[in-house]
Antibody, heavy 120, light 109 residues
Framework: EVQLAESGGGLVQPGGSLRLSCGASGFTFSNFIVTWVRQAPGKGLEWVANIGRNDVDLKYLDSVKGRFTISRDNAKNSLFLQMNSLRVEDSALYYC?????????????WGQGTLVTVSS | QTVVTQEPSLTVSPGGTVTLTCASGTGAVTSGNLPIWFQQTPGQPPRALIFGTNDRHSWTPARFSGSLLGDKAALTLSGAQPEDEADYYCLLFYGTYWMFGGGTKLTVL
């Protein structure tokens, strides 16, 4: 069974840092592009970043470029999001998810999310 | 990065038909934007319904269909069921980034 499980969220002050992790199981992690998507409480979805199969082909939302870094460890079936210089507007539930290609790109599995709260 | 616009809310009667749209701030939505449609119910992660403009996943009920309608991507629900009441989001690709629409809250009433 494919599973994705996020961890590392919490309360942090503006300007602080957090490192989110996402553990994957039930599939060959290294074969898939993976992504972070966030959702502020009561708000819509926001795509944050993608990482290709071998730590290349990185894509970021403009508002997080230079502050967030997406990375992966295929040997440990893990995805990471290093978040620095956090702002109040970064507060959200952060989901990790898996991209698939079958005559078109889509996302087929999601974790349950980890909550990040940026507040003084 | 651009803004993607959806209707904030729509209402459909049970058994009725409704079309949700997704507009791009850069101009017409095309197949090259690789439109994906997601459904999200409260407390749950999103679930993709439509990808590649008009392809259904194996789990997508046949009453959902995707298309390009004028200069927008569209999701049509034909024969709405009470369980279709949810938030719906489109996702578009712009070469170096993806962008979600603001979402449509669909009420079945």
């Amino acid at each position: 069974e494919v599973q994705l499980a996020e961890s590392g969220g919490g309360l942090v002050q503006p300007g602080g840092s957090l490192r989110l992790s996402c553990g994957a199981s039930g599939f060959t992690f290294s074969n898939f592009i993976v992504t972070w998507v966030r959702q502020a409480p009561g708000k819509g979805l926001e795509w944050v970043a993608n990482i290709g199969r071998n730590d290349v082909d990185l894509k970021y939302l403009d508002s997080v470029k230079g502050r967030f870094t997406i990375s992966r460890d295929n040997a440990k079936n893990s995805l990471f999001l290093q978040m620095n210089s956090l702002r109040v507007e970064d507060s959200a539930l952060y989901y990790c998810a898996r991209w698939i290609y079958n005559n078109g790109w889509s996302i087929d599995y999601w974790g349950q999310g980890t909550l990040v709260t940026v507040s003084s | 990065q651009t803004v993607v616009t959806q209707e904030p809310s729509l209402t459909v009667s049970p058994g009725g038909t409704v079309t949700l749209t997704c507009a791009s701030g850069t101009g017409a939505v095309t197949s090259g934007n690789l439109p994906i449609w997601f459904q999200q119910t409260p407390g749950q992660p999103p679930r993709a319904l439509i990808f590649g403009t008009n392809d259904r996943h194996s789990w997508t009920p046949a009453r959902f269909s995707g298309s390009l309608l004028g200069d927008k991507a569209a999701l049509t629900l034909s024969g709405a069921q009470p369980e279709d009441e949810a938030d719906y989001y489109c996702l578009l690709f712009y070469g170096t980034y993806w962008m979600f629409g603001g979402g449509t809250k669909l009420t079945v009433l």
